[in-house]
């Protein structure tokens, strides 16, 4: 069974000690940096034992990282956005595939309108 993309897992290759971090950026597309640096920020500004009960239980519950799942970086990208906003994701995904088929028609009534000059072309070949 293939592992779900829009599952949150723990980042254990990129994190620095048990993954949470690295997991929510990945997660959701913003710079591991700065969710780290919030972590800081809200447990010095008083969610002290808050802030490390949820970091262990979310460590503890969470799974580690599938080898391989995403392709490449555009492919990571790309689910992150869909774990962002599943709708625009959506809709962007049926404005590509309306905007290829516009092209694809417009080939096609190329192609097969009485083209004098291609018909030329493709008779003086024969």
Not at 40 to 48: A, E, N, Q, R, S
Not at 50 to 60: E, N
Not at 64 to 78: I, T, V, W
């Amino acid at each position: 069974m293939s592992a779900r993309r829009t599952k949150y897992y723990l980042d254990k290759s990129n994190g620095k000690w048990m993954g949470v971090c690295s997991g929510l950026a990945d997660y959701t597309g913003i710079d591991v940096l700065w969710i780290r640096v919030g972590v800081i920020v809200l447990t010095i500004m008083g969610g002290f034992p808050w802030t490390l009960i949820a970091y262990f239980v979310t460590a503890w519950l969470a799974e580690p990282k599938p080898y391989g799942l995403y392709e490449d970086a555009e492919e990571a990208r790309f689910w992150q956005g869909v774990r962002a906003n599943p709708s625009r994701t959506a809709r962007d995904v049926r404005s590509r595939f309306r905007d290829i088929d516009r092209r694809l028609s417009d080939i096609e009534v190329h192609y097969t309108s009485a083209n004098s000059r291609l018909a030329r072309e493709i008779d003086s070949l024969k």
